[in-house]
Structures are given as structure tokens and as C-alpha cells.
């Protein structure tokens, strides 16, 4: 996250960032989270830190309004990792994998910016990823059509799994085969 980032989070006592990271205010000498509803500080008067260790070591005093010193789970976190293993087990199996992940109660356009900012990749990269490695290893180990392969992965044709593959791998298909 960048500054500009976290002091919107703090703007709009944002709770999605709690336990994300702290900001502390110069003038008070208090830190809180981004949620603490206490009056928004001067923007040149504060500063963040991962940890409410690293404020307190810093000489910051947690506050006692929002208890910055009790907060040490990562809500995003374990929303990028079940987001992560809800794709690794399902990826090819689209509607239940949207249906999963309409479950966790966020919206979808969340769920992309919290994946991203934690794995640093897209997540239709990284389900492409995926889909690839499983294209090459049935490729190597089966004697299946190409075509098949295709469906399998759940391509809707030859044309947009051979493009598809020559994108990412810079050479067809075919010459993987066997
Ligand atoms: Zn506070």
C-alpha cells in the first residue's frame, strides 16, 4: 500500500484495514487503527506502521478509544489466502468457484484488489497460470486430442486454446504434444 493509499483508508475509517497496518499521530503521540473514529488528524501530522509493535516501539501510546494495542489479525490477509485456495481447488469449475467466492461476502471487485495487493499478480493471471500448467501436464502425459484438452481446461474452442497457449508459452501446443 502506499501512503496516499493508507491515509484514505484513514479518511474513511476504512475497517477493511484494520490490523493492516496502524497510522500514529505526531501531535497526540497516540496510534490508532484505520477505523479509530476519533477526529481525523492533519495529514502532515501522522504516520503509519505495519505493526502496533512498531508504533509502540516508535514511542507511540495505543488508543484507548479504538484498543489500536488488541488489533493484530489480518482480515485481508485471510481473505486473499481463502480467495487463493477456493481458486487452487476449483479454478476449473467456474460457477462453482464464483458461487464459493460470492460467499465470502465482499464484492467482486474487492476481492480482485485484495488479491492483487497481496500476491502481487492478477487474479485472472494466476488463474491462467493454473489453467496452463494443467494444459502442459496433460500435453506430457496423455495421449488425449489436443481438442479434448481444450474442453477439459474448459476452452470453448481449438482457436481461443491455441491462442490462448501461444500467448503465454510463444510456441503452439502441438509441439509440446507427447
Ligand atoms: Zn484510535
Redesign the pocket.
Known amino acids: 500500500m502506499t501512503e496516499d493509499e493508507m491515509w484514505k483508508a484513514v479518511s474513511e475509517n476504512d475497517d477493511a484495514y484494520d490490523g493492516i497496518f496502524f497510522y500514529a499521530v505526531k501531535s497526540t503521540g497516540?496510534y490508532?487503527?484505520p477505523s479509530?473514529k476519533?477526529k481525523l488528524p492533519k495529514r502532515d501530522n501522522v504516520g503509519f506502521f505495519d505493526t502496533s509493535i512498531e508504533a509502540q516501539v516508535a514511542g507511540f501510546r495505543p488508543?484507548k478509544?479504538?484498543r489500536?494495542d488488541l488489533c493484530d489479525y489480518q482480515p485481508i490477509k485471510e481473505i486473499a489466502q481463502e480467495v487463493k485456495t477456493l481458486i487452487d481447488e476449483m479454478w476449473n469449475e467456474k460457477h462453482i468457484l464464483d458461487k464459493q467466492l460470492k460467499n465470502i461476502g465482499i464484492s467482486n471487485r474487492r476481492i480482485v484488489d485484495i488479491f492483487k495487493e497481496e500476491y502481487g499478480i492478477t487474479l485472472t493471471e494466476y488463474i491462467a497460470n493454473l489453467r496452463l500448467e494443467e494444459v502442459k501436464f496433460l500435453l506430457k502425459t496423455t495421449d488425449d486430442a489436443i481438442i479434448d484438452i481444450a474442453y477439459s481446461i474448459g476452452f470453448g474452442g481449438i482457436s481461443s486454446f491455441y491462442s490462448f497457449f501461444k500467448k503465454r508459452v510463444g510456441i503452439s501446443p502441438w509441439y509440446i504434444e507427447g
Do not use: E, G, T, Y
Open positions: 497516540i490508532c487503527r479509530c476519533s488508543c478509544r479504538c489500536s
